[in-house]
C-alpha cells in the first residue's frame, strides 16, 4: 500500500525541483483563496482570540474584559507546573518507547519482510480505522489487576522493580505512570513506524553489501550507515509521536488515576467543567510555546550536528 | 547456547513480531470481548461465550445515531477538506507566487500543534461568535485539521509528476481543460484519495477537538467515551472488530486493483 504509507507528513516537505511555470498571473491566488481563507478564520484567528482570552479577567456571569491580566500565566505556571513536566516526561518516554519499538518493525518491513511487507503493512495500518478510543479501552482489559500480564509481571517480581522506581504502584498496573505511558506508546507507534519505514525504504540496498564487503559487522553497518540514512524518518517520527503525546488527554484520563493527570486534562477540564476561560487559555498558550520552543531546538540539533 | 545464536541472527525479525504483537493486542482483545457476555455493565472480564451483541448491534440506545452522526460527518469533511486541500497542492507545485513561504507555513503549523491547543482556541472562537455548537461547528473543525493533510498528500504526488506529459497534450492540440481532464487529474488521483482517505479516517476518529466543539452533539468516538464511565456496552467492541475488518478488506481490495493496474502498463 504505498499510497497510505506516503500519508504521514513529510515535515519539512522538499521544494520541487523545476521553477513552477507562470500562467495566470491570478490563477495561484484563486486556487488558494478558499483553503487559505478557511485557515486563517477557523485556524489562525482562534489563536488570536485565545491570545486575547488568556489576558482577560472577569466571570462568566458578568462577562470577560481584557485587562492584560499577565497574572494569569504566573498563577496558571505556579499551580500547574507538575502537569506540564509529568506532560513532557511521559510523552518522552513514550517517544523513545516508540523508538526501540517501531525501529525493529519498520526495518523489518523494509528489508527482511519479502512477499510479507504487504500483509504487515495492512497489520501495521489497519488498527488507524478501528477508534483509537475502542482501542484503548481494550488496554483496561489487557492490563487488569487480576489479567494474565499483571499476574505475569508479579510473579516475575517486575512489578517491585517498577514499584521501587515510582512507576507502579502496588501489585498493579492500571491507574500507574507505567499504564498511561504504555498507552501513549500505543497511541502514536504507528506515526514512528510510517515515517521510519518511509526513509529506510529509500536506501539502497548495495551500501549494506558495499559496507559487508569492507568487512563492518552487521551492527556496524548499521550504525555507520543505515541509522544516519534514516535519520530523516526518525526526526520526523519522534516529532509525529512527541508532539501529540504531549497533549494527549485520553490516555492519562481512561488508563491513569488523579496523579497521572496531563496538562492536556487540566486544560480539557478547565475549560469544559471548570469553564475559568482565561486559565485554559493560558495553558494551552504554555502548552504551545513550550513544545513550538522544544521542537525548534531539536530540529535545529538533528538537522545539523547528528545528521552528518 | 543454540537458542542464543538463534536469536541473535534473527533479532531484528524478532523483535519487529513483538511490536507488531504489541499494535494488535487490543484489536485481538476488542473481537474477542465481542463474543462475551458479561456480568453487570462493564465488559472488562471474560464471561462467557455468546453472539448477542453480533445480532443486535444496534441494540444500545444512540450508538447507531452517534454512529451514523460521525459517518455524516467524516463523509462532508473528506469532500470539503479534499476539494480545498487539492486546489492548495496545486497552486503551490505548480505556481511560483509571492507568499508561497508563508502558505506553506500556514499548511504545516496545525499538523505540528497539539490537539488540544487548536480544539481550545477553536472553542474560544465559537463563544466569542456566539455560535451554536453542534453538526456545524464539527464539520468546521474536521474540514480545518484534515486540510493540511490533504495538501500534504497531493503535493507529494503532483510533485513527482513529469510536467512533459501535459506538455505532449498539449502538442496534440488538448485544450487547458481537456489536460486537465484527460491527463492531469488521472495522474494525480492516487494522491487524492490516499488524501481523501485519511481525511475520512482522521476525522471519523477524532475526539479532542469533536470533544471541545460539539457542544451536546454526540459523535461516535464521543460515545465511546461516555461509554468509558457508564459502562461499556459489548457492541462497541463489535463496532469495532467490524471496522478493523472493512479496513483490512478495503486495503487488501485496493492493494490488488493497483497490482492489476500496475501489470497492464507492464
Known amino acids: ?308 | 547456547m543454540a537458542v542464543f545464536t538463534w536469536l541473535k541472527r534473527r533479532l531484528v525479525v524478532v523483535a519487529g513480531l513483538l511490536t507488531l504483537a504489541y499494535l494488535l493486542l487490543p484489536n485481538i482483545v476488542v473481537t474477542v470481548f465481542s463474543f462475551n457476555k458479561p456480568k453487570g455493565r462493564f465488559n472488562y472480564e471474560w464471561q462467557h461465550f455468546s453472539t448477542d451483541a453480533w445480532q443486535d448491534p444496534c441494540g444500545v440506545a444512540d450508538m447507531c445515531g452517534s454512529l451514523g452522526l460521525s459517518l455524516q460527518i467524516a463523509l462532508w469533511a473528506t469532500i470539503g477538506a479534499t476539494a480545498l486541500g487539492t486546489m492548495i497542492a496545486f497552486a503551490l507545485v505548480r505556481y511560483r507566487f509571492r507568499a508561497r513561504g508563508a502558505v506553506n507555513s500556514l499548511i504545516f503549523l496545525p499538523m505540528a500543534m497539539p490537539e488540544v491547543v487548536m480544539a481550545a482556541s477553536l472553542l474560544t472562537l465559537f463563544l466569542n461568535m456566539g455560535a451554536q455548537l453542534g453538526f456545524w461547528t464539527i464539520l468546521i473543525a474536521h474540514i480545518m485539521f484534515c486540510l493540511s493533510f490533504v495538501v500534504t498528500a497531493v503535493k507529494a504526488r503532483v510533485m513527482s509528476m513529469d510536467p512533459r506529459l501535459e506538455e505532449a497534450a498539449r502538442d496534440l492540440y488538448a485544450g487547458p481543460v481537456q489536460t486537465f481532464w484527460r491527463v492531469t487529474l488521472p495522474i494525480a488521483a492516487p494522491g487524492i484519495a490516499a488524501g481523501a482517505l485519511l481525511s475520512f479516517a482522521l476525522s471519523f476518529d477524532d475526539f479532542i477537538i469533536t470533544n471541545f466543539n460539539a457542544g451536546s452533539t454526540v459523535t461516535f468516538p464521543m460515545f465511546v467515551w461516555g461509554s468509558a464511565q457508564r459502562g461499556t456496552p459489548v457492541q462497541i467492541n463489535v463496532i469495532g472488530t467490524a471496522m478493523f475488518l472493512i479496513a483490512v478488506l478495503f486495503v487488501l481490495v485496493s492493494m490488488l486493483v493497483t497490482r492489476r493496474r500496475g501489470h497492464q502498463k507492464a
Not at chain 1, 466571570?59 to 513536566?85: N, R
Request: overall charge positive; charged content about 15%.
Open chain 1, 1 to 308: 500500500m504505498p499510497t497510505l504509507a506516503e500519508a504521514p507528513p513529510p515535515l519539512a516537505p522538499p521544494e520541487p525541483a523545476k521553477p513552477p511555470r507562470k500562467r495566470g498571473r491570478f490563477t495561484p491566488y484563486w486556487l488558494l483563496l478558499p483553503g487559505i481563507l478557511w485557515l486563517v478564520v477557523f485556524f489562525a484567528l482562534p489563536l488570536v482570540y485565545q491570545a486575547s482570552t488568556s489576558v482577560q479577567t472577569g466571570s462568566l456571569e458578568q462577562g470577560y474584559k481584557v485587562t492584560w491580566h499577565f497574572a494569569t500565566y504566573w498563577h496558571a505556571l505556579a499551580e500547574y507546573w507538575p502537569q506540564f513536566v509529568r506532560s513532557v516526561l511521559y510523552a518522552a518516554a513514550a517517544t523513545v518507547l516508540c523508538l526501540l519499538l517501531g525501529y525493529p518493525l519498520a526495518y523489518l518491513i523494509a528489508f527482511r519482510a519479502g512477499r510479507w511487507r504487504n500483509l504487515i503493512m495492512i497489520l501495521v495500518i489497519a488498527p488507524f480505522f478501528t477508534s483509537f478510543l475502542i482501542r484503548t479501552l481494550a488496554w483496561k482489559t489487557i492490563l487488569a489487576d487480576n489479567g494474565p500480564v499483571v499476574h505475569a509481571l508479579n510473579t516475575l517480581h517486575v512489578l517491585d522493580v517498577t514499584g521501587w522506581l515510582g512507576w507502579t504502584a502496588g501489585d498493579r498496573v492500571l491507574a500507574t505512570p507505567l499504564a498511561v505511558v504504555c498507552g501513549l506508546t500505543y497511541n502514536f507507534l504507528p506515526f514512528m513506524i510510517l515515517p521510519l519505514y518511509s526513509s529506510l525504504e529509500r536506501i539502497d540496498g548495495r551500501l549494506h553489501e558495499a559496507a559487508g564487503d569492507l568487512y563492518a559487522r552487521p551492527w556496524t553497518t548499521f550504525r555507520k550507515v543505515t541509522f544516519p540514512l534514516s535519520m530523516p524518518g526518525v526526526v520526523s517520527g519522534t516529532l509525529l509521536t512527541f508532539i501529540p503525546a504531549a497533549g494527549d488527554y485520553v490516555n492519562a484520563e481512561l488508563l491513569g488515576s488523579t496523579d497521572t493527570r496531563m496538562i492536556g486534562n487540566v486544560i480539557q477540564t478547565q475549560f469544559l467543567r471548570v469553564l475559568d476561560y482565561p486559565t485554559a487559555a493560558a495553558l494551552s498558550f504554555i502548552l504551545m510555546a513550550a513544545i513550538l520552543a522544544m521542537v525548534t531546538l531539536y530540529i535545529r540539533r538533528a538537522g545539523t550536528e547528528d545528521l552528518v
